[in-house]
């Protein structure tokens, strides 16, 4: 069965603390592993990853993946209070009749002023 | 920018009731998704599609069922509603194998009572 993991469940930091967000995945035909961000509604899209130790970045936000450990981590720096939100990694993979993406279980993330 | 459209966005039902959600993308993709979000859980695929006239079960399939006559269309529907289908449902497309970029619907949030 695919499984995708996040840890920690939910996180307290103050604004300026550097957090970091794991997913753990066991997959079969892995695609790639996306990262969202979720505030109040719809998850918004942060980063796709497909290949091993390239890292993606926007702003204080970076993403790196390892296929070898099945493994993602999602850092963000100098934490706003805006950053708070559930933050949501998928896997996607090639399923009976097509591609699917299984979401791990987010990690809740909250910062404080 | 209507981008993906979930109606209704409440709705609150009787044990029994049936209804069907409606999703509507007006970017032409291919690939249609129905998800279930519960506290704690993430994002459970309940059904999808990767073109117009076909579906697929997903992760949680039992007691919903789906159609997709029209490609832009893609229609989630509970025939006789459980207070275990509580729940927030999203719905998302894109344009190909989920190594593109997803967008999401708001969301309908299901009462079962």
């Known amino acids: 069965e695919d499984k995708v993991v996040q840890s920690p469940l939910s996180l307290v930091v103050h604004e300026g603390d550097t957090v970091t967000l794991n997913c753990s995945y066991e997959?079969?035909?892995?695609?790639?592993l996306l990262w969202y961000k979720q505030e109040k509604k719809a998850p918004t899209f942060l980063f796709m990853l497909?290949?091993?130790?390239i890292e993606k970045k926007s702003g204080r936000l970076s993403s790196i993946l390892d296929k070898k450990e099945l493994f993602s981590i999602l850092n963000i720096t100098a934490t706003q209070t805006g950053d708070s939100a559930i933050y949501l990694c998928?896997?996607?993979?090639?399923?009976?009749?097509?591609?699917?993406?299984?979401f791990g279980g987010g990690t809740r993330l909250m910062v404080k002023p | 920018n209507a981008g993906v459209t979930q109606t209704p966005k409440f709705r609150v039902l009787k044990t029994g009731q049936s209804m069907t959600l409606l999703c509507a993308q007006d970017?032409?993709?291919?690939?249609m998704y129905w998800y279930r979000q519960d506290p704690g859980m993430g994002l459970r695929l309940i059904h999808y599609?990767?073109?117009?006239?076909?579906?697929a079960k997903g992760e949680v399939p039992d007691g919903y069922n789906v159609s997709r006559l029209k490609k832009q269309n893609f229609l989630l529907g509970l025939e006789s509603a459980a207070p275990s289908q509580t729940s927030v449902y999203f719905c998302?497309?894109?344009?190909?194998?989920?190594?593109?970029?997803?967008?999401f619907g708001q969301g309908t949030r299901l009462t079962v009572v």
């Open positions: 497909t290949s091993s130790g």
């Open positions: 997959v079969t035909n892995f695609r790639s």
């Open positions: 998928a896997v996607e993979n090639f399923g009976g009749a097509g591609n699917m993406l299984t």
């Open positions: 599609s990767v073109g117009e006239g076909t579906t």
């Open positions: 998302a497309s894109s344009p190909g194998p989920w190594g593109t970029e997803a967008f």
């Open positions: 970017m032409n993709h291919e690939y």
